[in-house]
């Protein structure tokens, strides 16, 4: 089983819509998590962490259920700038040392 | 506002060569990271370091070497490029610890490699 599994999309939305992406993983031991976005051809740069309480950033929210080792990220009234591939990010201590561990990430595309 | 600077920005090397991939980083981090991504297979860690002098083996580590003489630096070495290292290469960096906004991972912009 794959440490961090996500529907690799694409996901194609109209202007507006509300879209959600899912995130599972497998080490129960994971300590944090993050959604990162990558646009296309550029370097991954943090979207937002995710907090056990779940959090929002304007019109962004992920949840994290710790039980299902499951996070989700939810885009409301989706913009033509949202259009990237959102990467669910685990940080898991091992060895000694903190490490990420990235999923495939999942496409969005938001049409005029 | 340099944060993670990789250079070069691209590279088109011959199998059997050799170079170096320099990452710097102005934050005063402690960790440093070096990750590969390749289409279909997401970020995958090659190398990282938890601090000055210090290396350690990631996921994917044959076939690179890598060294950490000064805290704001981070050398990726191919000693004989093959063309499975053709890829994208990311370098981060990160603070440690607990608490909230820590083990954040900052990004450099990247560097294209093709070995032909």
């Known amino acids: 089983r794959k440490e961090v599994e996500q529907d690799p999309g694409p996901f194609n939305v109209p202007e507006g819509a509300t879209v959600a992406f899912n995130c599972t993983y497998s080490n129960s031991a994971s300590q944090s998590f993050f959604w990162y976005r990558q646009d296309c051809r550029k370097e991954p740069k943090l979207l937002m962490s995710?907090?056990?309480s779940g959090n929002e950033d304007g019109r962004f929210t992920a949840q994290l259920n710790r039980a299902s080792q499951y996070i989700s990220l939810l885009i409301r009234d989706s913009k033509l700038s949202d259009s990237a591939t959102y990467l669910c990010v685990v940080n898991m201590l091992g060895a000694g040392s903190y490490q990420l561990t990235f999923g495939k990430g999942t496409k969005l595309s938001v049409i005029p | 506002n340099a944060g993670v600077t990789q250079t070069p920005k691209f590279r088109v090397l011959k199998t059997g060569q050799s170079m170096t991939l320099l990452c710097a980083q102005d934050?005063?981090?402690?960790?440093m990271y070096w990750y590969r991504q390749d289409p279909g297979m997401g970020l995958r860690l090659i190398h990282y370091?938890?601090?000055?002098?210090?290396?350690a083996k990631g996921e994917v580590p044959d076939g690179y070497n890598v060294s950490r003489l000064k805290k704001q630096n981070f050398l990726l070495g191919l000693e004989s490029a093959a063309p499975s290292q053709t890829s994208v290469y990311f370098c981060?960096?990160?603070?440690?610890?607990?608490?909230?906004?820590?083990?954040?991972?900052?990004f450099g912009a990247g560097t294209r490699l093709s070995v032909l």
């Open positions: 995710v907090y056990s």
């Open positions: 934050m005063n981090h402690e960790y």
């Open positions: 370091s938890v601090g000055e002098g210090t290396t």
């Open positions: 981060a960096s990160s603070e440690i610890g607990q608490t909230r906004g820590k083990n954040i991972q900052y």
